[in-house]
């Protein structure tokens, strides 16, 4: 499962090569006993979930909530502690029946920093990012999505990614999570195709920059990664099922099932974007016909502004288009409320089919702000087939986060437990 490669690398206290491109591990799989080794991760990521859900946790606390016994909490921290992930706090006074006072453990606040990457079509961000889900430091840069050679990209992403890395005299990185706007291969940390730039497709993004930073690199889809973000540190907090979809100039979803990612065989799910919603429909730039993006993106809005001549037309944003519907413009309206639909049919296509109950919305249409997403929310529960219980909820992010970087970062904190021992 992993493209290790030959060249000789520092290696970790575990002994594996520092810089060798590590692919996710998959969390879902045809029927199989789990190995030791599995389970010790799948256990390890189960606990940080539980702190980060809930916050700093004594062992007896952590037994409790996990319902196992405090000698297994302790063999599945013991690890953690021994590699500076987390750290035993200030003993606290015990709750009155006497026994050693409990320490509160938390992640290290000078443990080691994670390396958090977003690559879009012709951008780049990098952040340092603390166990504790604070960014440090960050920095953007640029290339061109036609012209430039792979390469050239792997030198852009490589420099945003040495600006924010702790200096020599600094703790070393505990490694590098990249979210990539586009198709991507997670077993080999290959992009396969981004639609909006034809330059990242083949790139074989992962063992580039491991090789060339000397650090494990693990890669997943943006959407996806989001998600994992939302789940440790956003609205996604103690919510074991849910989606979270991206739009603006594409679309995307990453779903949290069962309190994990789902990922599907090399990393293939979650292009909804790309499921038809219309046979006689326009061709989509994927190749095929009618597809969600094709009736729901930033290109299709303004097509549809221009042939109604909206002033702006050419740079419309749901935003901007939100702030012509304010002014009474009939068109506008219309337009506003067309979108809104089109967005919520994909998104009642997904609850059909995973009932997830719960979407955290991302991306350009959050800007529209909560008028827009009353029509989406409308639109939406006229699409789906009424069922009794609680009605599925729909919610705008917030609209300036760090969701995605905090999930690269998630991506590699859960993705190292396994290095463990
Ligand atoms: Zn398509």
Redesign the pocket.
């Known amino acids: 499962m992993s493209t290790t490669d030959k060249v000789e690398k520092p290696m970790t206290a575990q002994g594996r090569p520092r810089g060798s491109y590590r692919a996710p591990v998959p969390v879902t799989s045809s029927p199989r006993l789990i190995s030791q080794s599995a389970t010790g991760r799948l256990n390890r990521t189960r606990l940080l979930q539980i702190l980060y859900d809930v916050g700093p946790l004594s062992r007896a606390e952590l037994a409790r909530l996990a319902e196992v016994t405090k000698t297994t909490i302790g063999s599945i921290v013991q690890p953690m502690l021994d590699e500076g992930i987390l750290v035993e706090g200030v003993p606290q006074p015990s709750s009155g029946q006497g026994g050693k006072p409990a320490r509160p453990i938390w992640f290290s606040p000078s443990g080691r920093p994670i390396v958090a990457v977003h690559v879009g079509p012709g951008t780049v961000r990098a952040a340092l990012v603390s166990p504790t889900g604070i960014v440090l430091t960050h920095s953007d840069g640029a290339f061109s999505s036609t012209n430039a050679s792979h390469e050239q990209i792997v030198d852009r992403v490589a420099d945003c990614i040495e600006r924010v890395l702790p200096g020599s005299d600094g703790p070393h990185a505990l490694g590098i999570g990249v979210a990539v706007s586009g198709m991507v291969d997670t077993d080999h940390g290959r992009i396969i195709e981004v639609?909006l730039a034809p330059r990242l497709s083949g790139l074989e993004l992962g063992p580039l920059l491991s090789q060339r930073l000397s650090l494990p690199v693990h890669l997943d889809l943006h959407p996806r990664v989001q998600a994992l973000g939302d789940r440790w540190f956003g609205s996604g907090r103690r919510v074991s099922t849910f989606a979270s979809v991206y739009c603006g100039e594409a679309i995307g979803a990453g779903f949290v099932i069962d309190g994990a990612v789902h990922r599907g065989a090399s990393g293939a799910g979650g292009e909804v974007?790309?499921t038809?919603v219309d046979l006689a429909g326009a061709i989509?730039?994927?190749?095929?016909r009618g597809?969600?993006?094709?009736i729901a993106t930033h290109r299709w809005l303004r097509s549809q502004a221009a042939a109604l001549g909206l002033p702006g037309a050419g740079q419309l944003t749901a935003a901007s288009l939100s702030r012509l519907a304010e002014q009474d413009r009939p068109d506008a309206v219309e337009l506003l409320d067309k979108y809104a639909r089109n967005l919520a049919v994909g998104l009642v296509n997904i609850q059909q089919t995973l009932a997830p109950g719960f979407f955290i919305l991302h991306g350009d249409i959050v800007q529209g702000g909560e008028p827009f997403r009353l029509l989406i929310e409308k639109h939406f529960r006229q699409g789906i087939a009424p069922r009794p219980g609680s009605e599925p909820q729909l919610r705008f992010a917030s609209p300036d986060d760090d969701i995605t970087l905090l999930g690269a970062a998630g991506l590699v904190l859960s993705q190292s437990l396994d290095l463990l021992t």
Do not use: K, M
């Open positions: 639609n974007g790309h038809i989509c730039r994927c190749g095929r597809c969600w993006e094709t």
